[in-house]
């Protein structure tokens, strides 16, 4: 049997990637792979205690993020690998790079206002909106600068490598995930 091709989730920090990714690859019954978790796989090497969803949002994972824009390596490494699993086939990726490097796969964007996400982060992270706000900030910014400087990426404004457009405002994942899976099944027809 033909593998499926790889079902690549992308979108801006706090849209639901994860959560709608994991909902999609437990209906598909495939592997879930994470761009971030192979990134905290690559911070641990360094020795940061790199555990948890919302590690990045801690003093820890944001020094890790300003470390990580000095040195290209580690996010091509974290490419390399997640382009080697598309190639096989048959798992969900979360990515922010990988709609523009991989040639293979159902590419889609998971789109959201800054409110949105600054709620959701909020509410995941239990922190504030507004202390999530300047956090989505500070991420957005340090993410387009470094994907703009690794590969070019308008990250977050360029959409063109995207077969598909999800907004999670106000949707629950489970729906966004439907949403999903009717367009992979739509592109296997």
């Known amino acids: 049997m033909t593998p499926l091709k790889a079902v690549i989730l992308c979108g801006m920090p706090a849209v639901g990637k994860t959560t709608v990714a994991r909902l ?9 792979v994470g761009g971030g978790d192979i990134l905290k796989e690559i911070a641990r090497e360094e020795g940061y205690d790199a555990v948890g969803d ?14 990580r824009q000095s040195s290209p390596e580690f996010d091509k490494e974290v490419d390399r690998r997640l382009l080697e699993k598309t190639k096989r ?19 889609i964007w998971l789109a959201g206002t800054d409110l949105s996400r600054a709620e959701r982060m909020a509410k995941r992270d239990g922190t504030t909106r507004p202390e999530a706000a300047k956090v989505i900030k500070a991420r957005d910014s340090r993410n387009f600068a470094l994907y703009k400087n690794l590969y070019g990426i308008e990250f977050g ?5 995207f077969d598909f457009v999800v907004g999670t405002d106000g949707i629950p994942a489970s729906k966004v995930a439907t949403t999903v ?6 592109r296997k027809a």
């Open 89 to 107: 086939g048959d798992v969900v990726i979360t990515s922010y790079t990988l709609p523009w490097l991989a040639k293979d796969g159902t590419k």
């Open 157 to 161: 404004k360029d959409l063109s490598p």
């Open 24 to 32: 999609v690859a437990k209906k598909m019954g495939v592997d879930l």
């Open 181 to 186: 899976l009717r367009h992979v099944k739509s």
């Open 54 to 67: 919302d590690w990045w949002d801690t003093k820890e994972g944001m020094r890790f993020l300003k470390e």
